[in-house]
């Protein structure tokens, strides 16, 4: 063969080979080198390619063997992360930074939004907050969340056992060491007994949950953050109670409960509105949860002064607000459906529901009442925090 005809055939395969690569698409982990995130803001990560496994490193400590890793971090600093695909046909190492920095905007540390505002029936329902005829579900969540957002503190009823609600803050709340947020309720010490916390506990069991699909909507799955009672041998977990609309407002509500048991929630001559929500349609309320023992004991024996005592901790209006460390919660003492302690980075959403069915003379059903919420890794000089 000719020179110039080899060197034609070697240039058009040449040509050939460059149009076909042409052809190949170049294939993208999906993951930037840099990313800018505010402090206490989550910032997703999903690779395009998949594998065996998956490492995720921040600054060389593994934090995951998930394929898709959500970051997060209160302090501002630039960190590295690197992400080793591991498998043996198609093995990739990737690295990219992250800067954290402080908020155009500065946080709240108070609650920005609620969610949900869903009470069992009770003496102060209708009333706190307001109910006024036609209002809907949102009018109510609505009013209960201009009554403890920010630094409103206007208290707001749960009803008896089961009735909750659910806010959130205007960022996630860091899991740090120690307390993470406080809970403000209204609960007093008697004076008889000085030695013995005890008086008005109405205690509310906090649940919490992590927006791991960032969709700003509490539909991820909840914890209970376990208190001082959770392994008492008298407390009953997946318990469920059903309070049924009365025929006529001046009658007591009936309920009855997953145990087989079945009672009254009593009107009383000191409130004489409707107990039970009037901007629900449903004949019945269904809540469910774990219960704790009843606190409340008749001192006087013949139902004339009831005395509420306080559990050890872990509970909304279980203690009086001055005591900053009994109102307050630490994420780490989350455990899932099954009790197992789960870790969290941190939390989006809160729930609390009141979690005592019982009723005290004429002091009425015990219902768990709030007025507002802190994170408190952010600090504040508002003196009302005290």
Request: hydrophobic share 30%.
């Amino acid at each position: 063969m000719q020179a110039r005809q080899l060197d034609f055939i070697i240039c058009a395969a040449a040509l050939c080979l460059a149009a076909s690569c042409s052809e190949i698409p170049t294939v993208s982990l999906g993951i930037d080198d840099y990313y800018r995130v505010c402090r206490m803001q989550k910032l997703p990560l999903s690779p395009a390619l998949s594998g065996e496994r998956y490492e995720w490193r921040v600054d060389g400590s593994l934090v995951s063997t998930d394929r898709e890793y959500i970051f997060l971090s209160a302090d501002e600093e630039l960190y590295t992360i690197t992400l080793d695909i591991i498998d043996e046909l198609t093995p990739y190492h990737h690295q990219f930074t992250v800067s954290v920095q402080h908020e155009e905007v500065e946080y709240s540390p108070y609650i920005s939004r609620v969610y949900e505002y869903c009470p069992a029936p009770g003496q102060f329902v209708n009333t706190m907050p307001q109910y006024e005829p036609g209002d809907t579900s949102d009018d109510m969540v609505r009013k209960a969340e201009e009554s403890i957002s920010g630094t409103n503190d206007i208290m707001i009823t749960l009803g008896g056992y089961g009735g909750y609600v659910t806010f959130g803050f205007d960022h996630t709340v860091i899991n740090r060491d120690g307390y993470d947020f406080r809970v403000w309720g209204n609960c007093f010490y008697e004076l008889t007994e000085p030695d013995v916390a005890g008086g008005s506990a109405e205690p509310g069991i906090v649940m919490v949950s992590y927006d791991a699909n960032c969709n700003g909507v509490p539909d991820d799955e909840w914890y209970e953050l376990a208190g001082s009672e959770y392994d008492n041998s008298l407390t009953v977990h997946d318990y469920a109670i059903t309070y049924r609309r009365p025929s006529d407002d001046s009658l007591d509500i009936s309920w009855t409960d997953s145990r087989g048991s079945e009672g009254v929630l009593p009107k009383n001559m000191y409130h004489k509105q409707p107990y039970y929500p009037q901007w629900v349609a449903a004949e019945a309320l269904t809540f469910s949860g774990s219960l704790l023992p009843p606190n409340g004991i008749d001192k006087s024996g013949s139902g004339t002064y009831y005395v509420l005592y306080s559990y050890a901790w872990g509970y909304v209006d279980n203690h009086p607000n001055e005591y900053a460390d009994l109102n307050s919660f630490d994420i780490d003492n989350a455990v899932d459906a099954s009790g197992r302690k789960v870790r969290l980075p941190g939390i989006d959403f809160v729930r609390v529901y009141t979690a005592v069915n019982q009723v005290c003379g004429w002091i009425g059903e015990t219902s768990t009442e709030l007025s507002r919420a802190q994170d408190l890794n952010l600090q504040t000089n508002d003196i009302k925090n005290q």
